[in-house]
């Protein structure tokens, strides 16, 4: 079974989800060629997600697949969605849509975001269901036989038909039924996870409802409004959910509390290069930020910011190994990073580290440098390698 995971392709490793792999067995056997650096991502774990959604929220869900599905391969988390009859799919833009085309999905994919007017035969051609962004967007687009949906802006100001005037988007939307294959009407919640916010989050949601409403009669297929947040936290409104981030089981703001269950999904590793001691007063890395103040046990590890580790977990953030946090000391470099094991024993050449999973998630390192769980996903770089397991992380 181990030759079908040597290379990335997305069918091979599709070959090996479903054989109960057990990545160290994997490891031992050579059969990842490149143990410096990966991502392991559960499938049982994201299709656990998204029965546990399916429990909770009673709208449909369409996976948002965007951004490679934040991060963890747009190809191979489709299908398996897919597998287990998602059929809905969003992506931010064209060559996300294609991917997914060429990946097998053949449920509908919309794009959220600007496709060039230009590409409006590819749109056709793959089957794409294009946001109509604008008036003036869909002017463009229109009478060529394409499938669209109507953004609305109900209150975050960035696409739509703005729904604070109700009367001119029924207008519009009854005209793009007739120059479009209209599906549906959609609208985004901007902060849908923030408590104090609620009273904004109901004004979005009841600006949607008066143009869904005004519309009825269309009877169209896909009225949406729900992100992760809005799908955890408010009434079911429309026929689908849109869920992002919760489907790879991180929480759209870190106060959240997520439905018992829901675990992230990836897991991000490395080894260690090299261990040495240093003595006090010496210094670590670039730009000598660290001094050392007692002699430290300092491991080397193969991983940097170009592999989209954040910098500005410098002399901040830590790693776990052997079961215990090991802080980072001086700045992160581009491909290396350096460690303290002190207290840690037993460290040698080749050990696992946990970068992100258990003991600290990706939410969390995202407080820890100033951002959010999301941004920290999406910023793994496509040199770190991406390992499908069917089993727990
Ligand atoms: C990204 C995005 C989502 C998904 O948001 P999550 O918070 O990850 O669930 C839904 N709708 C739109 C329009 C988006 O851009």
């Known amino acids: 079974m181990g030759d079908c995971l040597k290379r990335n392709a997305p069918g091979d490793i599709m070959k090996a989800v479903g054989q109960r792999l057990r990545t160290g067995l994997l490891f031992r056997k050579g059969v990842i060629q490149m143990r410096r650096c990966w ?11 998204l029965d546990i959604l399916r429990r909770d929220c009673p709208l449909e869900a369409m996976a948002v697949v965007k951004a490679d599905a934040y991060g963890h391969g747009d190809g191979i988390v489709s299908s398996c969605l897919q597998k287990h009859h998602v059929c809905h799919f969003a992506v931010s833009n064209l060559n996300e ?12 994919i919309l794009i959220l975001g600007y496709t060039p007017p230009e590409y ?21 687009l229109a009478g060529k036989g394409i499938k669209a949906q109507a953004a609305l802006d109900t209150g975050m100001n960035r696409i739509g038909l703005n729904a604070k005037d109700p009367a001119r988007c029924e207008r519009l939307i009854r005209e793009y039924a007739k120059e479009f294959c209209l599906t549906g009407i959609f609208t985004h919640l901007c902060v ?10 109901r004004l979005q949601i009841e600006r949607f409802n008066a143009v869904a409403n005004a519309v009825s009669d269309l009877c169209l ?5 729900m992100n992760s947040a809005g799908s955890l936290r408010f009434a079911p409104t429309g026929n689908l959910s849109r869920l992002g981030i919760v489907l790879y089981g991180l929480k759209p703001d870190l106060a959240m509390t997520l439905p018992e269950g829901i675990k992230p999904i990836l897991a991000w590793k490395t080894v260690v290069a090299m261990v040495k001691d240093v003595e006090p007063g010496e210094t670590i890395g670039y730009g000598r930020s660290f001094t050392v103040g007692r002699k430290t046990k300092v491991a080397t590890l193969p991983v940097g910011y170009a592999d989209g580790y954040n910098r ?10 052997h079961g215990q946090k090991a802080p980072i000391l001086g700045k992160v470099c581009m491909d290396q990073m350096m460690v303290d ?37 999406c910023d793994i770089s496509k040199r770190v390698e991406r390992v499908y397991i069917e089993q727990d992380i």
């Open 97 to 108: 849509a294609e991917n997914l085309r060429t990946a097998g999905v053949t449920g509908d």
């Open 341 to 377: 094991v002190t207290g840690i024993d037993d460290v040698h050449m080749g050990d696992e580290v946990t970068l992100l999973g258990d003991g600290y998630t990706a939410d969390e390192m995202g407080r820890d440098c100033g951002t959010i769980g999301y941004e920290v996903i």
């Open 221 to 225: 297929a896909q009225v949406h409004c």
């Open 192 to 201: 849908a996870d923030t408590p104090a916010e609620d009273g904004f989050t």
């Open 312 to 321: 500005l977990l410098s002399n901040k953030g830590f790693v776990m190994l």
């Open 39 to 49: 991502v392991e991502i559960s499938i049982s774990q994201l299709i656990r997600n």
């Open 120 to 140: 409006a035969d590819d749109l056709k051609r793959l089957d794409i269901t294009q946001a109509l962004i604008s008036e003036e967007y869909a002017r463009q």
